[in-house]
């Protein structure tokens, strides 16, 4: 287990497709044991081999919007048709496990978490460029040609967003092996001895 100086959550944000997942997965299996991935609250239906419990928890909108009046939510945020939230006792249960706890999570959960004044450190995923995104979007084969279409236009979203410079750090993943040297190094780094 190699240890994480910065005890902070990372949020890691960008757009739908860029490899988000891509990465952070690497990072889980370079460094066993060091890390957790919250497990989000979704409103939408599994693609196959994802597991309740363990890729998200799958709610009806019914508990979504139920747990989310009772301010159970720290973020959430509806995509089409489609609800996300990352529940507030799902976070304390990570933090109980001793372990730096990866957020997936997108541009109004960014906002949210930011406002609320949590903690934590956000790291964007940027694409090399819009084409290649959809690219990569339909080379996942897991989108409708509607959802594809959605997702491009909320990338557009994500990106101006990353342009306001809240983030701690900006990745650009066209190189793999090059953007996960810099996510891990990010990661890894010492807040003691950085500058700003
Ligand atoms: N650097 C890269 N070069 C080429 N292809 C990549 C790269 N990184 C990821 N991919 C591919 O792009 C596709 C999208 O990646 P991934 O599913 O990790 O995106 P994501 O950002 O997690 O998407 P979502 O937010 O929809 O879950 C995958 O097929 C993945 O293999």
Same mark, same amino acid.
């Given at each position: 287990m190699?240890?994480?100086p910065d005890?902070?959550?990372?949020?890691i944000s960008g757009p739908s497709g860029v490899g988000k997942g891509t #990465?952070?997965?690497l990072l889980f299996k370079r460094h066993p044991n060091t890390f957790t991935l919250s497990v989000?609250?979704?409103?939408r239906k599994p693609r196959p081999g994802e597991q309740d419990g363990v890729h998200y928890h799958f709610v009806t909108k019914e508990a979504f919007l139920e747990l989310k009046a009772q301010d159970g939510f720290i973020e959430s945020a509806q995509f089409g048709d489609n609800f996300y939230?990352?529940? =507030?006792a799902t976070i304390e249960e990570q933090r109980a496990k001793g372990k730096t706890t990866v957020l997936d999570i997108e541009v109004e959960g960014v906002k949210q978490i930011q406002a609320s004044k949590f903690p934590a450190r956000f790291v964007f995923i940027a694409p090399p460029s819009e084409e290649e995104l959809e690219k990569? #979007?339909?080379?996942?084969?897991?989108?409708?040609?509607?959802?594809?279409? =959605?997702? #491009?236009k909320q990338a557009k979203v994500e990106l101006e967003y990353s342009k306001t410079g809240i983030h701690d750090r900006i990745i650009v993943n066209d190189d793999l092996e090059t953007a996960y040297k810099q996510l891990e190094e990010f990661v890894f780094a010492d807040p003691t001895n950085e500058e700003d």
């Open positions: 190699t240890s994480v005890p902070r959550p990372i949020v #990465l952070y997965n989000s609250h979704t409103t939230g990352t529940s =507030k990569r #979007l339909r080379g996942r084969g897991t989108e409708s040609e509607d959802s594809i279409q =959605k997702r #491009l």
